[in-house]
Structure formats: C-alpha cells, structure tokens
RNA sequence: GGGCGUAUAACUCAGCGGUAGAGUGCUACCUUCACACGGUAGAAGUCCCAGGUUCGAAUCCUGGUACGCCCA
C-alpha cells in the first residue's frame, strides 16, 4: 500500500501524472470509436510566449470541459496547436539580430527566416509543456502549427479563392503604417491612447489681400509637420463666419503654394478655430475630403517616418524633428498665432506601441461585408451562442460597421502572398503553386510578392485547417463544426468574428455551436497585469508555490460569466487547502481500510450513508448541470462544499466509528463515497484526484475498470448515488443539535474537552447517541420526552425540542435566565415581520401558495422554540 | 461622442422577485487518535443613491453617481 504523507505533496503529483495520461493515450481522439464526438479548438498561444495567468485560465477551463465530457463518454479531440505571430515574433528575432550587432536586411530574407525558424522550434517547445504543467488534456498527436505545410496550403487556397471571387483585391488605399515595424497594420490592430500636446493656431494669409479687414485665415492643428503636404483649408459649409469665404485662396506660409478654402461637412466648427488644413496623403479624414473634393494629395512623410523630397528644405528630418522646426520656422515668419494644451487621441500600433502614420500605400484587401452579415445572422438564429450573452450587443454593432480588412504585411515571417507580377508585361497572378512562366507573355520573368498575410488570416481558419481542410478527412467530417470554443473576449473581433465568418464562407458551416468567452484575469486589487505596473502573477511560479491544481480550483472557481478575475493570495491559499482536505480525508479513509475492503463489496448503509448518497446525488446533478451552461463558479462551489462541510465535516465524523471498527462492508460504503467524490473532482482538480486514486482506489478496482481515474467515468450515474433509503431529516436535526451541545458549552464557559452528562428530548436521534458523545464530547446522553429543566442543568431550544447540560457546579441560572430572555427578544423581532405578513390579506391571498406555505413554516418552527423558551422562563 | 459592464460584510466575490451568503481576515477558545494548509463558537452588511412596478425589490424598470472596459 502507498503511505500517504500528512500534506499532499503536489510537486511530485504534478510531475508524474502528465507522462503518465500522455504514454496512455487517454487524451487521444479516435475517429473510428462508436461514442459520440465531443470537439473543441484550442486558442493557439503565441510562440513568442510564456504561458502567463490569462493563457492558465483559457486553458483550465476547456480542459475541465474535455475532462468532464471524456467521462460521460464522449470521443473528445481537444486540439492543441501554436500561432506563429507574424509581428510579434518577428520583431523579438529582429531585436535579437540587433544584440549580435546585425539586422534583417544584412542578413537577408532566406537567413532571417531559418533564425525565426530556429527560434520557434525552441519556444514552441517551452509553451508546449507549459500547458502540460498546466493538466491541459489535449490530443498532442494532432498539434498544429499555423504555418505547417498544409495550413498554408489552406490560407492560399483561401486566398486565390476569394482573389478569384472579387472578395480579395490590391490597391492603393489609406493605411495605418507602423514605421517602427515597417508595415501596415490594420483597425483592429490600431490603438488610441490619449497624448498631452498642443494645439497649434496658424495664419494662412489670402491670397487677394483683406476681405471686410480679415487678411488671413487662422487653422488649429495638432500635426502642423503635415501642413507641407496641405493642399486645401476647410471649413463647415454652415458656419457663417467663414460662408462668403470659402473658394478663395491662401498662400502657404512655407511652401509658397496657393491653396483653396473649401467647405466640407466633417468639419467640426467647435474645434480650434472652426478652419482646418487639409493633407489628404497624411490623415484618414483628409483623405476622404480630399477624394469627395477632388483635391490633389501630396505625400511628405515617407515609411521611414521621416520627411520626403516633397517636403522640400525639411527632407530628411524626421517628422518629430521637422515638427519642432517648422513651429520655429512659423513662429520666426509671424504665422504662429497661439499654442494651447490639447489632449488628443493617439494612433500608436497595438504591437510596438509606435505612433502611427496614415498613409497611401499599395496593399490587400479583403471585403468581408457579406461575411460579416451571415456572422450576424447564425447569432441572431441561435447557430453559434455565447456566454456571457451581453457580448452579442458588441458583435453587432462592429459586424454592422465592418471595414475591408488590410491582409497584406511588409513582414518576412508568415504565410507569402501567393501573388506574382510579370517582369515583363506587368500582368498580377494569384495561383495556388508558382507560376513557370507568364500566362499572358510567356515571359518567366515573374516576382513573387515579397509581403505576408496578416497573422490572423491563418487563424481564422484555424478550427477547420487543423482537421485537414480542404481536404474533406476523416478528422474533418467528424470533428468540425467544433462543438465549444473557449477563448477571451478582447479577441471577439480579432479571432472570433473572423473564424465564424471564413467558416461560414468557406465550409458553409459555422465553426463552432457555442462560444464561451472567459474574464480577463487581474490582480487582487482588480487592476490589469502588466509589466510596467509590476503586479504580474506568474502562473508558473504559481504551481510551484501553491500547486496546478489550486491555480485550477482558484481560477475555475472564480469564473463567474461576465465579471473578471481578481486573483489574490488568500484565495490560492484557500484552494490549496481545499485540496489538502481531500488529500486528508482520503488519507484517513485509506489509513482505515482492509484488504477486503474495495469496490466490489456491497456496501451496508444506514442514515448517515443514505443522507450522504441524498446529498452527492443533489450536488453531481447540479455541479452537470452548471458545467452544461458555463457556470464554472458554481460548480467549484458545490463540491467545494460537497467535500468539506458534507463529506469532511459531517459524513466522515458520523462515521468514524464505522470507518474505524466496521465491517468491510460499512467501509466499503466510504470507499465508493471516495471514488465518486474524486471523479466528480477530477475535472477540476486532476493531479491531487489522481495521486488519491492511485492511492487509495487503484488496487481496489471493480475488474476492467481503468487504473487511471482520468480514463473513468463520470459519477452521476454510479449505481450507489441511486439508493434511496432513511429519514432524510434526520442528520441535518442531529447537526444542529450537535451544534447546540457546542454552543452550550462555549456559552456556559465550559471546556469543549470536558465530558459532561448531556440530555435531550428528540428520541429519534437516539440511534447517534455515540457519534454525538464522541463530536461533542459528552459523558453521556439521555434521551427522554420529559421536562429537562432541572437546578443542576443548563437549558438550550433547539428545532423541535430541547437540550441539557448537567453542570452542577458551573451552572449560573442568573446568567442563563438572562440568555433565554435574550434569545426570547431575538425570537420575537424575527417572528414580528413573519406575523405581520402572514396577518396581510394581501399577500396571503395573492402570493403563491409555495411562498406562503415557506413563511408558515418558518414562524411556526419560531413560534415553538418561543413556546419552549417561554416554557424554561416560567 | 456611442456602447457594454460593475457597485452586496474589513478584503475578494457569489446570489439576481419571497426578506442576505461564501472564501479570506477579525475575536475567543481548542495541538481531540485525517488534516493547525485543522477544529469549535462568535462579531460584522441603510445589498451605491433617488423614484417607480409589485402583496413583496439587493434582485425588475427609470433616472442619477462612481469605477472599469470596448468602439469612434
């Protein structure tokens, strides 16, 4: 028999059962077994990655899940894989190329990428295991990487599809650039932050001279860098200061060039001076004004950031330099008129937190407007739910406004463009495999197109590349649409929307039936982890100090749909005490068994037991039943309870007699108690369930049932929970007497550990007279449905009778009439709103006879304990 | 500017039409033969504010206030 240690140690639990789980298979799908299939897509983490608190969350809880279907015996293919991380890995491997002293572009593309390559295989590595430390039961025989071989071939697929369809185009278009990762970006990808700047106030003088004394016209800029580049000022066509103004035209203070003003309704007359200047190559709104009014565009920021030719004496500086040096420029040419604080919104890239540039570039694009419509409507159908529901109002509305998404990146890591221009006549070819030669000339003069695809284009295909999409296989038939996806909320737009949208354009099907969108985690005063901020809770130092699996219980019982995380110490504590408790529990129980004692000896039951079975039945039906819907909280509660005040604090006392002199098959009862707990647990809770099970249970196996609790099943119908039997009044009535003998004692300052003569009037309890001498620590306890009060004894009201103490010397009947009288007001104040209402004509006749049968009864239980009481006074 | 969410015990949070709960902390006591990562008893709350609906509101509705997040 295996010794177990008085604490769990989780160290060596945690290491061992992973192997263990993996070398058995127990976590493989089988497409050819007859169960049902059960299937979800694992959100791939980031190469770049360490698993931190947020991956520890998104990742226990479909795991409770796959666990937990895996035992109602579904065939689950929970699969993992890795994202690539176009700009985030590639701008790591670049840092690390400007360590060594040397760059991309030194290096070349063909070297820079064996370096990413070389990287990845590493941290692939790392971050795999990482989510084996964290129990994650995922099926590693199907892992995937989002530039596998086939993966791409499912993205160029996708791509020379949709180029073939109209839904893919190229074209020049107005882009958030990235000048410090070199490349596009898209909305999503964009950030605003507010900046402290200024709001700079400059004179544009008209052209003719002074109309009705006004000789200039006086813009509010935030960027006055890009007033090179004006080409117009504008004005709202209502704004009667400037009406009989507008279509004149004004001499630039630094270029010299005659530029119109024109009106324009985006124009928001309460801001600055109500004029703005106008850069169509440099500001999205601009841009657009600059299209409606046909004015010309001139680009005088290059992708360096930094000032073009076009930017005349200013070439060469960079636009933070340039604008310091135009300000003085102005400010020497008497054109600047004031400077005022201004907090703006600033565009910076999601990634490298760099100020981003608008600017005109040649990129791809996808139109997603038809998607993003059948995206709405399998939500609005019911097709695809989510929980919580509350992010259904923002699904909308971002849907409804979608913009053609920008695929393309000036980036070396990800998946190529499969897109070719003839050297010689110029002609595009989006193919599937490279093009020999030109279609149009013959000429095999063709380039490649040296740009990648947005990293999310690939993971957007994500739950249905990984199952050999295009190809209709095996996996593919079986497992797709998945059946859950679990993922966070702040990737609904990145991630979510767009796998629902290519699924539905690309398999005709929605990718998953229902969505379960879990909190962020914070730290204990609710603020978000960072870097900066210092409060990051490293999850694997977390399983170090406390255990994976009180990382799990705390994680998974604070998952409550909607709100987030605020993980603290005390609650890791609290859970890794939890798993102790069990670890002990078990521990007496195994300290006390026979050889003859195991699963296949029929339990006895008696009151205790059936009470027990009552309660495991009630709590397995609820704990299905909450998992069914994503109430992770509750049902970690529920056992939480289960485990410490029913099984622990209750069963387990009343038992100890039997558990210590019974026979085999009084203690066979606690052992089937035991297996069912641990595999109601197990979900949650892997490790310390597992070590227990091998423990205690895995010698003591009904034939051909598996060795390993993860391979077993879930309890709900154990034959055991069925048994119906006893009074199941009868143990809540004896805990609250046993509570009261307690309290007795406590109040009457009478050591817990003194044996005293104890009465009492309810004679049904009888039967526990040597579990309640032995819990409360009485001499002896005389059941009788005579008066108790007595001179040498203390006098208690309990539900449905009374109880004694015999304490001759230590009784003080001043301080216990005192007592009675102070229990009699409590009993009275509550009964005194219970009358009331029960004496309301109104509510006895028009609530529901249930709520008023409940009132009825609680007064009436009051109502008798004051008759007792009043009874003792007299 | 628009949207979403949250306000409950000292702290972190459940509950979301029948009259307030948990964990932690706090107070007192207990090293009793599974567990001090334990046990027993106890104190502790105008359920943010103001209206409304209802026999009845922490819970539903309306309007505030505060905080957080998302979008523009």
């Known amino acids: 028999m295996i010794e177990m240690d008085k604490a769990f140690d989780f160290k060596t639990a945690q290491s061992r059962w992973y192997a263990t789980w993996e070398a058995a298979g127990t976590f493989r799908a089988d497409p050819k077994s007859p169960k049902q299939p059960f299937s979800m897509s694992l959100p791939p983490p980031n190469i770049t990655g360490n698993l931190h608190m947020g991956h520890a969350l998104a990742y226990s809880l479909p795991d409770v899940l796959a666990r937990l279907k895996r035992a109602q015996g579904f065939d689950v293919a929970w699969i993992p894989g890795v994202d690539h991380a176009g700009i985030a890995t590639q701008i790591i491997v670049e840092r690390k190329l400007k360590e060594e002293g040397t760059d991309r572009h030194q290096l070349g593309r063909d070297k820079f990428l064996e370096r990413i390559w070389a990287w990845k295989e590493q941290n692939q590595l790392d971050i795999e295991n990482q989510l084996r430390r964290l129990g994650a039961s995922l099926d590693w025989s199907r892992k995937r990487f989002t530039m596998d071989p086939d993966l791409n071939r499912a993205v160029r697929k996708v791509f020379v599809e949709a180029y073939a369809q109209g839904r893919i185009y190229r074209g020049p278009r107005m882009i958030q650039w990235d000048p410090v990762s070199r490349t596009a970006l898209s909305d999503l990808e964009v950030k605003h932050v507010e900046r402290q700047g200024k709001l700079w106030h400059l004179r544009y003088p008209l052209a003719d001279g002074a109309i009705n004394g006004v000789g200039d016209i006086v813009v509010a ?147 997603v407007k038809d998607a993003a419509q059948q995206a709405l409507q399998v939500v609005r159908e019911g097709r695809i739910t989510f929980t919580p529901q509350h992010h259904v109002a923002v699904w909308e509305h971002w849907l409804n406004n979608i913009q053609d998404w920008c695929i393309s990146r000036q980036l070396v890591w990800g998946h190529r463009i499969p897109a070719w221009t003839c050297g010689d006549c110029g002609h595009l070819h989006v193919e599937l495999e490279a093009p020999i030669k030109c279609a149009e000339c013959n000429s095999t003069k063709l380039e490649q197109d040296p740009d990648t695809l947005d990293t999310w284009f690939s993971s957007a295909l994500w739950p249905f590349s990984i199952l050999g999409w295009p190809d209709e296989t095996t996996d593919l038939k079986r497992y797709y649409p998945n059946d859950v996806m679990c993922t966070s909320y702040d990737i609904i737009f990145f991630w979510v929307a767009r796998m629902v949208m290519s699924g539905l354009t690309w398999t005709d099907q929605v990718p998953f039936k229902q969505v379960y969108f879990n909190s962020l985690v914070r730290d204990e005063s609710g603020a978000k982890m960072s870097k900066s901020k210092g409060n990051v809770i490293d999850p694997l130092e977390v399983m170090d100090e406390f255990g994976t699996d009180a990382l799990r219980f705390t994680l998974i019982s604070m998952s409550a749909p909607g709100t987030d995380i605020a993980l603290s110490r005390t609650k890791l504590e609290s859970s890794r005490n939890f798993c102790n408790k069990l670890w002990n529990a078990a521990r007496f129980v195994q300290i006390n068994l026979t050889d003859e004692v195991t699963l296949n000896v029929e339990p006895e039951l008696g009151e205790a037991e059936f009470w027990m079975i009552g309660r495991m039945r009630d709590v397995i039906q609820k704990v299905t039943a909450a998992l069914d819907e994503f109430r992770f909280h509750e049902a970690a509660d529920l056992l939480y309870h289960l485990v410490w005040d029913d099984f622990c604090a209750t069963y387990i006392e009343l038992a100890k007699v039997n558990l210590t002199h019974g026979t085999p098959a009084q203690k066979a009862a606690i052992l089937h108690f035991l297996d069912i707990l641990l595999r109601a647990l197990h979900p949650m809770v892997p490790f310390v369930t597992e070590e227990i099970h091998e423990a205690v249970l895995s010698d003591r196996l009904a034939p051909g049932e598996s060795k390993l609790l993860a391979e077993r099943g879930w309890p709900l119908d154990h034959p055991v929970l069925a048994k119906q039997g006893g009074d199941a009044s009868l143990i809540p009535r004896l805990q609250d007497i046993l509570s009261a003998f307690l309290r007795l004692k406590a109040e009457n300052g009478v050591d817990p550990a003194k044996r005293v003569a104890a009465a009492c009037t309810i004679i049904e309890l009888a039967p526990f007279a040597e579990a309640l001498k032995a819990i409360a620590r009485l001499e002896s306890v005389d059941f009788t449905r005579g008066d108790l009060a007595s001179p040498t004894r203390v006098v208690g009201v309990v539900s449905g009778g009374t109880i004694a103490l015999e304490l001759a010397g230590l009784k003080d009947p001043v301080a216990e009439k005192a007592k009675l009288e102070k229990e009699r007001e409590k009993l009275l104040k509550e009964l005194e709103p219970l009358r009331a209402r029960l004496a309301d004509e109104s509510f006895v006749t028009k609530a529901p006879e249930a709520a008023v049968a409940k009132l009825r009864g609680q007064a009436e239980e009051k109502e008798a304990r004051l008759d007792q009481i009043l009874a003792l006074l007299r």
């Not at 103004?245 to 630094?254: A, E, R, T, Y």
């Not at 007359?269 to 001139?298: E, Q, Y």
């Open 221 to 367: 800029t935030t960027r006055p860098e890009t007033m090179l580049g004006d080409t117009a000022v504008a004005v709202h066509p209502d704004d009667e200061r400037y009406t009989h103004l507008i279509g004149k035209l004004m001499n630039h203070p630094l270029t010299g060039r005659q530029i119109p003003l024109v009106a324009d309704g985006f124009v928001d007359p309460a801001f600055g001076t109500g004029c703005v200047k106008l850069t169509p190559a440099h500001d999205p709104n601009d841009h657009a004004a600059g299209l409606r009014l046909n004015l010309p565009s001139i680009t005088v920021i290059g992708f360096d950031a930094k000032m073009t030719a076009e930017a005349g004496a200013y070439a060469g500086l960079d636009r933070f330099e340039c604008r310091k040096k135009i300000v003085a420029d102005l400010d020497a040419g008497g054109f600047l008129v004031k400077i005022e604080d201004h907090t703006s919104q600033v565009a910076v890239s999601d990634r490298t937190n760099a100020v981003l540039e608008p600017l005109v570039s040649e990129q791809w694009f996808m139109n």
